[in-house]
Protein backbone atom coordinates (compact mmCIF):
# COMPACT_ATOMS: atom_id res chain seq x y z
CA UNK A 1 0.00 0.00 0.00
CA UNK A 2 2.60 2.24 1.18
CA UNK A 3 4.57 2.07 -2.01
CA UNK A 4 1.25 2.44 -4.07
CA UNK A 5 1.07 5.58 -2.46
CA UNK A 6 4.15 6.21 -3.45
CA UNK A 7 3.64 5.65 -6.79
CA UNK A 8 1.22 7.84 -7.17
CA UNK A 9 2.78 10.91 -5.95
CA UNK A 10 5.42 10.63 -8.08
CA UNK A 11 3.16 9.96 -11.07
CA UNK A 12 1.29 13.61 -9.97
CA UNK A 13 4.15 15.31 -8.78
CA UNK A 14 5.40 14.48 -13.26
CA UNK A 15 1.90 15.60 -14.37
CA UNK A 16 1.79 18.79 -16.78
CA UNK A 17 -1.38 20.05 -18.78
CA UNK A 18 -1.29 21.80 -22.17
CA UNK A 19 -4.85 23.11 -21.81
CA UNK A 20 -6.85 24.61 -19.24
CA UNK A 21 -9.51 21.92 -19.37
CA UNK A 22 -7.05 19.40 -18.67
CA UNK A 23 -6.94 20.75 -15.36
CA UNK A 24 -10.39 19.47 -14.73
CA UNK A 25 -9.98 16.13 -15.72
CA UNK A 26 -6.87 15.59 -13.54
CA UNK A 27 -9.35 16.73 -10.41
CA UNK A 28 -11.30 14.10 -11.59
CA UNK A 29 -8.82 11.29 -12.10
CA UNK A 30 -7.27 11.89 -8.67
CA UNK A 31 -9.14 13.89 -6.09
CA UNK A 32 -12.81 13.03 -6.70
CA UNK A 33 -14.55 10.57 -4.80
CA UNK A 34 -13.50 7.57 -7.14
CA UNK A 35 -10.57 9.24 -8.40
CA UNK A 36 -7.37 7.19 -7.94
CA UNK A 37 -6.54 8.94 -4.46
CA UNK A 38 -10.27 8.75 -3.35
CA UNK A 39 -9.98 5.23 -3.79
CA UNK A 40 -7.15 4.65 -1.63
CA UNK A 41 -9.41 5.84 1.56
CA UNK A 42 -11.57 2.62 0.34
CA UNK A 43 -8.49 0.12 0.34
CA UNK A 44 -7.26 1.91 3.84
CA UNK A 45 -10.33 -0.28 5.50
CA UNK A 46 -8.39 -3.86 4.58
CA UNK A 47 -4.81 -2.38 6.21
CA UNK A 48 -3.62 -4.43 8.98
CA UNK A 49 -4.51 -2.29 12.37
CA UNK A 50 -0.60 -2.01 13.09
CA UNK A 51 0.03 -0.03 10.07
CA UNK A 52 -3.18 1.87 10.15
CA UNK A 53 -1.76 4.88 11.72
CA UNK A 54 1.31 4.93 8.88
CA UNK A 55 -0.70 4.15 5.88
CA UNK A 56 -3.10 6.58 7.25
CA UNK A 57 -0.88 9.59 7.50
CA UNK A 58 0.63 8.79 4.15
CA UNK A 59 -2.81 8.90 1.99
CA UNK A 60 -4.03 12.13 3.91
CA UNK A 61 -0.28 13.71 2.83
CA UNK A 62 -1.06 12.63 -0.81
CA UNK A 63 -4.44 13.76 -0.81
CA UNK A 64 -3.01 17.23 0.63
CA UNK A 65 -0.37 17.07 -2.40
CA UNK A 66 -2.54 16.67 -5.09
CA UNK A 67 -4.78 19.40 -4.47
CA UNK A 68 -2.19 21.38 -3.80
CA UNK A 69 -0.35 20.29 -7.25
CA UNK A 70 -3.54 20.83 -9.31
CA UNK A 71 -4.67 24.53 -7.99
CA UNK A 72 -1.37 24.98 -8.85
CA UNK A 73 -1.69 24.21 -12.56
CA UNK A 74 -4.85 25.65 -12.78
CA UNK A 75 -3.54 28.80 -11.26
CA UNK A 76 -0.87 28.92 -13.89
CA UNK A 77 -3.19 29.02 -16.44
CA UNK A 78 -5.04 31.87 -15.10
CA UNK A 79 -1.95 33.45 -14.58
CA UNK A 80 -1.22 33.05 -18.48
CA UNK A 81 -4.68 33.96 -19.57
CA UNK A 82 -4.98 36.90 -18.19
CA UNK A 83 -1.41 38.13 -19.67
CA UNK A 84 -3.11 37.60 -23.22
CA UNK A 85 -6.42 39.32 -22.84
CA UNK A 86 -4.05 42.59 -21.27
CA UNK A 87 -6.10 42.75 -18.38
CA UNK A 88 -3.20 42.22 -15.85
CA UNK A 89 -3.25 45.11 -13.72
CA UNK A 90 0.03 44.13 -11.80
CA UNK A 91 1.98 45.28 -15.89
CA UNK A 92 3.56 48.05 -15.77
CA UNK A 93 1.39 50.64 -18.04
CA UNK A 94 2.55 52.13 -21.72
CA UNK A 95 5.30 54.35 -21.74
CA UNK A 96 3.84 57.75 -22.61
CA UNK A 97 6.91 59.01 -24.61
CA UNK A 98 8.29 61.95 -23.34
CA UNK A 99 8.62 65.20 -26.53
CA UNK A 100 12.26 66.95 -26.62
CA UNK A 101 12.99 70.55 -27.16
CA UNK A 102 12.96 72.31 -30.52
CA UNK A 103 16.41 72.76 -32.37
CA UNK A 104 16.13 76.40 -32.36
CA UNK A 105 15.42 76.25 -28.67
CA UNK A 106 18.33 74.23 -28.41
CA UNK A 107 20.81 76.40 -30.02
CA UNK A 108 19.73 79.37 -28.09
CA UNK A 109 20.01 78.10 -24.80
CA UNK A 110 23.34 77.33 -25.60
CA UNK A 111 24.10 80.91 -26.93
CA UNK A 112 22.33 82.47 -24.06
CA UNK A 113 24.81 80.12 -21.69
CA UNK A 114 27.74 81.29 -23.09
CA UNK A 115 27.12 85.02 -22.78
CA UNK A 116 25.79 84.64 -19.95
CA UNK A 117 29.43 82.79 -18.71
CA UNK A 118 30.88 86.51 -19.63
CA UNK A 119 28.59 88.32 -17.85
CA UNK A 120 25.69 89.56 -20.13
CA UNK A 121 22.04 89.67 -19.04
CA UNK A 122 19.05 88.74 -20.93
CA UNK A 123 16.37 91.14 -21.70
CA UNK A 124 13.40 90.95 -24.38
CA UNK A 125 11.50 93.68 -26.20
CA UNK A 126 8.29 93.75 -28.22
CA UNK A 127 7.42 91.80 -31.31
CA UNK A 128 5.23 94.96 -32.65
CA UNK A 129 7.31 97.72 -32.57
CA UNK A 130 7.41 101.18 -33.98
CA UNK A 131 9.40 103.28 -36.73
CA UNK A 132 11.37 104.73 -34.13
CA UNK A 133 12.84 101.62 -31.72
CA UNK A 134 13.57 99.20 -35.22
CA UNK A 135 14.99 102.21 -37.26
CA UNK A 136 15.17 105.73 -36.74
CA UNK A 137 16.81 105.56 -33.79
CA UNK A 138 19.49 103.32 -35.39
CA UNK A 139 20.23 105.53 -37.62
CA UNK A 140 18.80 104.40 -40.88
CA UNK A 141 17.66 107.24 -43.48
CA UNK A 142 14.67 107.63 -44.07
CA UNK A 143 15.08 106.47 -47.77
CA UNK A 144 16.62 103.39 -46.24
CA UNK A 145 15.13 100.68 -48.14
CA UNK A 146 14.71 98.05 -45.18
CA UNK A 147 11.83 100.87 -44.25
CA UNK A 148 10.15 99.92 -47.45
CA UNK A 149 7.17 97.60 -47.53
CA UNK A 150 8.56 95.13 -49.65
CA UNK A 151 11.08 93.89 -46.53
CA UNK A 152 8.85 95.21 -43.62
CA UNK A 153 5.54 94.21 -42.35
CA UNK A 154 3.30 97.51 -41.83
CA UNK A 155 0.41 97.87 -40.41
CA UNK A 156 -1.48 99.47 -43.80
CA UNK A 157 -3.41 101.95 -41.57
CA UNK A 158 -1.17 103.08 -39.62
CA UNK A 159 2.83 102.87 -40.99
CA UNK A 160 4.24 103.60 -37.78
CA UNK A 161 3.18 100.13 -36.36
CA UNK A 162 5.66 97.51 -37.93
CA UNK A 163 6.83 93.97 -37.10
CA UNK A 164 10.28 94.49 -35.76
CA UNK A 165 12.82 93.32 -39.17
CA UNK A 166 15.69 92.81 -36.37
CA UNK A 167 16.38 92.32 -32.67
CA UNK A 168 18.21 95.66 -32.60
CA UNK A 169 15.19 97.26 -31.64
CA UNK A 170 16.15 95.63 -28.61
CA UNK A 171 19.01 97.70 -28.14
CA UNK A 172 17.47 100.78 -28.26
CA UNK A 173 14.68 99.80 -25.74
CA UNK A 174 17.48 99.03 -23.24
CA UNK A 175 19.55 101.89 -23.76
CA UNK A 176 16.58 104.02 -23.11
CA UNK A 177 15.93 103.00 -19.60
CA UNK A 178 19.41 102.03 -18.66
CA UNK A 179 22.43 104.49 -18.00
CA UNK A 180 26.14 102.49 -18.96
CA UNK A 181 27.50 99.90 -18.18
CA UNK A 182 24.90 97.83 -20.35
CA UNK A 183 26.47 94.18 -21.25
CA UNK A 184 22.97 92.24 -22.30
CA UNK A 185 21.95 89.85 -24.83
CA UNK A 186 18.09 90.05 -26.63
CA UNK A 187 16.75 86.85 -28.09
CA UNK A 188 13.67 86.99 -30.03
CA UNK A 189 11.63 86.42 -33.18
CA UNK A 190 11.20 88.08 -36.04
CA UNK A 191 10.34 88.68 -39.33
CA UNK A 192 10.47 89.88 -43.06
CA UNK A 193 8.37 90.39 -45.76
CA UNK A 194 10.53 87.64 -47.69
CA UNK A 195 9.51 85.18 -50.16
CA UNK A 196 9.76 81.54 -48.12
CA UNK A 197 12.22 79.19 -49.85
CA UNK A 198 15.46 76.50 -48.76
CA UNK A 199 17.38 79.45 -47.44
CA UNK A 200 14.70 82.02 -46.33
CA UNK A 201 11.41 82.53 -44.29
CA UNK A 202 8.96 85.34 -43.27
CA UNK A 203 9.53 84.43 -39.39
CA UNK A 204 12.90 83.76 -37.73
CA UNK A 205 14.89 84.37 -34.65
CA UNK A 206 17.96 86.49 -33.63
CA UNK A 207 20.24 87.52 -30.59
CA UNK A 208 21.28 90.55 -30.32
CA UNK A 209 23.86 91.70 -28.42
CA UNK A 210 25.28 94.73 -26.55
CA UNK A 211 28.18 96.46 -24.76
CA UNK A 212 28.02 99.56 -23.77
CA UNK A 213 30.76 100.91 -20.89
CA UNK A 214 33.19 103.98 -20.85
CA UNK A 215 36.67 102.61 -22.92
CA UNK A 216 34.81 99.86 -25.09
CA UNK A 217 37.03 98.94 -27.75
CA UNK A 218 36.91 96.73 -31.05
CA UNK A 219 39.46 94.20 -29.49
CA UNK A 220 36.65 93.48 -26.78
CA UNK A 221 34.63 92.96 -29.40
CA UNK A 222 36.61 90.72 -31.30
CA UNK A 223 37.81 88.69 -28.37
CA UNK A 224 33.69 88.24 -27.14
CA UNK A 225 32.97 87.14 -30.48
CA UNK A 226 36.01 84.86 -30.50
CA UNK A 227 35.16 83.17 -26.98
CA UNK A 228 32.20 82.52 -28.72
CA UNK A 229 33.08 80.98 -31.38
CA UNK A 230 35.12 78.59 -30.25
CA UNK A 231 32.70 77.79 -27.10
CA UNK A 232 29.94 76.87 -30.10
CA UNK A 233 31.74 75.83 -32.63
CA UNK A 234 34.79 74.11 -30.79
CA UNK A 235 37.86 74.93 -29.86
CA UNK A 236 39.84 75.18 -33.19
CA UNK A 237 37.97 77.68 -34.52
CA UNK A 238 38.94 80.99 -36.18
CA UNK A 239 37.42 83.99 -37.21
CA UNK A 240 38.00 86.31 -39.76
CA UNK A 241 36.18 90.14 -39.78
CA UNK A 242 35.52 91.41 -42.69
CA UNK A 243 34.30 95.73 -43.22
CA UNK A 244 30.91 95.95 -43.70
CA UNK A 245 27.79 98.78 -43.58
CA UNK A 246 25.33 98.81 -41.01
CA UNK A 247 23.63 102.28 -40.02
CA UNK A 248 23.64 101.80 -36.23
CA UNK A 249 27.32 100.41 -36.33
CA UNK A 250 30.71 102.79 -37.22
CA UNK A 251 33.53 100.70 -38.13
CA UNK A 252 30.84 97.58 -39.16
CA UNK A 253 32.17 93.84 -39.93
CA UNK A 254 30.89 90.57 -41.08
CA UNK A 255 32.52 87.95 -39.05
CA UNK A 256 33.36 84.49 -40.73
CA UNK A 257 33.76 81.18 -38.21
CA UNK A 258 36.30 78.17 -39.66
CA UNK A 259 33.82 75.63 -41.02
CA UNK A 260 33.35 73.17 -38.50
CA UNK A 261 32.54 70.36 -40.51
CA UNK A 262 35.30 70.26 -42.71
CA UNK A 263 37.99 72.41 -40.12
CA UNK A 264 38.26 74.70 -42.77
CA UNK A 265 39.28 72.47 -45.76
CA UNK A 266 36.48 73.21 -47.70
CA UNK A 267 33.03 71.46 -48.29
CA UNK A 268 29.65 71.89 -49.72
CA UNK A 269 28.27 73.45 -46.35
CA UNK A 270 31.34 76.36 -46.51
CA UNK A 271 31.25 75.93 -50.35
CA UNK A 272 34.79 75.21 -50.34
CA UNK A 273 35.66 78.56 -48.99
CA UNK A 274 36.68 76.84 -45.45
CA UNK A 275 34.11 80.08 -43.73
CA UNK A 276 30.91 80.20 -42.73
CA UNK A 277 29.55 83.81 -42.32
CA UNK A 278 27.39 84.26 -39.13
CA UNK A 279 27.20 87.71 -37.50
CA UNK A 280 26.87 91.19 -38.34
CA UNK A 281 28.78 93.74 -35.68
CA UNK A 282 30.12 96.67 -34.86
CA UNK A 283 30.99 99.44 -32.50
CA UNK A 284 27.28 101.11 -31.55
CA UNK A 285 27.40 104.81 -33.89
CA UNK A 286 27.20 107.79 -31.57
CA UNK A 287 24.41 109.01 -33.55
CA UNK A 288 22.53 105.86 -31.72
CA UNK A 289 23.99 106.23 -28.09
CA UNK A 290 22.70 110.01 -28.17
CA UNK A 291 19.42 109.13 -29.62
CA UNK A 292 18.74 106.82 -26.47
CA UNK A 293 20.22 109.40 -24.17
CA UNK A 294 23.45 108.19 -23.80
CA UNK A 295 26.67 110.43 -23.38
CA UNK A 296 28.66 109.30 -26.91
CA UNK A 297 31.72 111.36 -25.45
CA UNK A 298 31.99 109.38 -21.77
CA UNK A 299 30.53 105.53 -23.52
CA UNK A 300 31.78 103.44 -26.48
CA UNK A 301 30.08 100.37 -27.04
CA UNK A 302 29.78 96.97 -29.19
CA UNK A 303 26.61 95.62 -30.73
CA UNK A 304 26.48 92.33 -32.93
CA UNK A 305 23.19 89.99 -34.08
CA UNK A 306 22.91 86.64 -35.37
CA UNK A 307 20.23 84.23 -37.15
CA UNK A 308 19.43 81.60 -34.68
CA UNK A 309 18.12 79.52 -37.76
CA UNK A 310 21.35 80.19 -40.10
CA UNK A 311 23.72 78.95 -36.97
CA UNK A 312 21.37 76.22 -36.40
CA UNK A 313 21.73 74.93 -40.13
CA UNK A 314 25.66 75.24 -39.92
CA UNK A 315 26.12 73.71 -36.87
CA UNK A 316 24.37 70.49 -38.27
CA UNK A 317 24.60 70.85 -41.83
CA UNK A 318 20.57 71.07 -42.17
CA UNK A 319 19.47 72.43 -45.85
CA UNK A 320 16.05 73.74 -45.74
CA UNK A 321 15.15 76.57 -43.28
CA UNK A 322 11.74 75.33 -43.38
CA UNK A 323 12.54 72.17 -41.38
CA UNK A 324 12.32 74.13 -38.72
CA UNK A 325 8.71 75.41 -38.77
CA UNK A 326 7.02 72.18 -39.85
CA UNK A 327 7.23 70.05 -37.13
CA UNK A 328 7.95 66.82 -38.46
CA UNK A 329 8.52 64.64 -35.96
CA UNK A 330 11.39 62.56 -37.44
CA UNK A 331 13.08 66.06 -37.83
CA UNK A 332 12.63 66.96 -34.66
CA UNK A 333 13.57 63.57 -32.85
CA UNK A 334 17.04 64.11 -34.41
CA UNK A 335 18.23 66.79 -31.97
CA UNK A 336 16.59 64.86 -28.68
CA UNK A 337 20.65 63.90 -27.61
CA UNK A 338 21.10 67.75 -27.73
CA UNK A 339 18.52 68.10 -25.04
N1 LIG B 1 20.40 93.84 -37.24
C1 LIG B 1 21.24 93.22 -38.23
C2 LIG B 1 20.38 92.35 -39.15
O1 LIG B 1 19.28 92.05 -38.81
C3 LIG B 1 22.28 92.38 -37.58
C4 LIG B 1 23.29 93.20 -36.90
C5 LIG B 1 24.39 93.65 -37.54
C6 LIG B 1 23.13 93.52 -35.56
C7 LIG B 1 25.36 94.41 -36.93
C8 LIG B 1 24.09 94.30 -34.91
C9 LIG B 1 25.21 94.73 -35.62
O2 LIG B 1 24.00 94.62 -33.63
O3 LIG B 1 26.13 95.46 -34.97
O4 LIG B 1 20.84 91.97 -40.18
Known amino acids: MLDKIKALKEEIEKISVSAKEDVEELRIKYISKKGLVGQLFNEFKDVPADLKKEVGQAINDLKDFAVNR ?9 AAGQEQSGTDLTMPGDP ?4 SRHPLSVVKNEIIDIFTRLGFTIAEGPEIEDDWHVFSALNFPPEHPARDMQDTFFIEKNPDVLLRTHTSSVQVR ?6 PPIR ?3 P ?3 FRNEAISARSHCIFHQIEGLYVDENVSFADLKQTLLYFAREFFGEKSQIRLRPSYFPFTEPSAEMDVSCSICGGEGCNVCKYTGWLEILGCGMVDPNVLESCNIDSKKYTGFAFGMGIERITMLKYGIKDIRHFFENDVRFLKQF ?3 N
Open 184 to 186: AIF
Open 70 to 78: INELKDNFE
Open 188 to 190: GRV
Open 336 to 338: ESA
Open 174 to 179: VMEKTQ
Open 96 to 99: IRLG
